[in-house]
């Protein structure tokens, strides 16, 4: 028996067997004949149809009754399975398509892709060493008694190196900050440094005990033996009286991130700084400034670093936490 057909501007279109398999089919031809696209486009098309048509058939849905929560699920859990965020943006521009196709055949009422974030927009959080891997990083080996013995250059590279990595974190500076940084800048008498941000913005950040230390020993020990007869304004220097350039940071830091057993960078050390300053209850306003962000939308990534010492604060002291509802008793 011939598979019956129908017409739509002037083209001959299979009937599908559901009012899904016809809004999918249609989609088809629609990009094959209206759009002119090319076959391996089409194909690419109808697989992120029907994988979204898959994943509400899990929950008793189709593409028609879909709404905009089940979509939400779909692209988190695609994140959460380690697909890439190209990919998934990919997949929801092709939603967004063939969801604008049926609003126009007038197939639904409402486009379950509104007001979906593009994932490049998603805020995700940076990685971020523990506690312990910052302080095996800091404190390596190879930035500490193991260059005892060595040559002066040796131990002043070592001492300036410690130094670098104690302000890192100390002040959640960013490479380009660190570079730039004066002596003149670094107020070690008030526990403070000034910082230049990003559009030249100044700000001013604390030093911890440990960050001052390590300043004083390299100020001290080290720096003059680098500068040499050579007048430099930067606060950190290469040999010779140079400034460091930020490709040299990076390499300094990811040798010592061996002693941390975890591959790190100067911008994680950054995070590292942020999110132990929240889950020991900073506030964002307080980790925005330390940090420079110029809006607070950007420090909020840190949110779930808070939400989850409140959580575990609220389970240790509030006296009803754990108190279990008696069977048949209602909250």
Not at 74 to 99: E, T
Not at 109 to 124: E, G
């Amino acid at each position: 028996m011939p598979t019956p057909l129908r017409r739509r501007n002037g083209h001959t279109l299979p009937v599908a067997s559901s009012a899904q398999d016809r809004a999918l089919s249609g989609f088809a031809v629609y990009l094959r004949v209206e759009k002119g696209l090319a076959p391996l486009t089409v194909s690419s098309y109808g697989g992120d149809l029907n994988l979204w048509a898959e994943f509400l058939a899990g929950r008793g849905k189709t593409v028609l009754t879909a709404q905009r929560e089940d979509l939400k699920e779909l692209l988190q859990h695609l994140l959460g399975h380690g697909m890439d965020s190209r990919s998934i943006a990919r997949k929801l521009s092709a939603l967004r398509g063939f969801y604008r196709y049926l609003l126009l055949d007038k197939l639904i009422s409402h486009d379950p892709t509104l007001d979906i974030d593009s994932p490049k927009q998603w805020k995700v959080l940076p990685k971020a060493l523990s506690e312990e891997e910052t302080s095996a990083l800091i404190e390596s080996p190879a930035h500490g008694d193991a260059i005892s013995g060595q040559s002066r250059f040796t131990q002043a590279l070592a001492l300036r190196d410690r130094a670098m990595l104690e302000v890192l974190y100390a002040a959640a500076m960013r490479v380009s900050e660190l570079v730039d940084v004066r002596v003149e800048d670094t107020k070690l008498e008030l526990g403070y440094m000034m910082v230049r941000g990003k559009g030249d913005k100044e700000r001013i950040v604390p030093l911890g005990a440990p960050a001052q230390e390590a300043l004083r020993c390299y100020l001290g020990e080290a720096r003059p033996l680098l500068q040499g007869r050579k007048y430099a304004a930067e606060l950190f220097l290469a040999r010779g009286g140079h400034k460091l350039t930020r490709e040299r940071i990076w390499m300094i830091v990811d040798q010592a991130s061996k002693a941390a057993g975890r591959h790190a960078s100067p911008h994680m050390l950054r995070h590292s700084a942020a999110t132990h300053m929240v889950s020991h209850g900073a506030d964002l306003r307080t980790v925005q400034t330390v940090l420079g962000h110029a809006d607070i939308s950007t420090t909020q990534i840190y949110t779930h670093v808070a939400l989850d010492r409140l959580q575990q604060v609220y389970a240790a002291h509030h006296p009803r936490a754990h108190v279990r509802l008696a069977k048949g008793e209602t909250k």
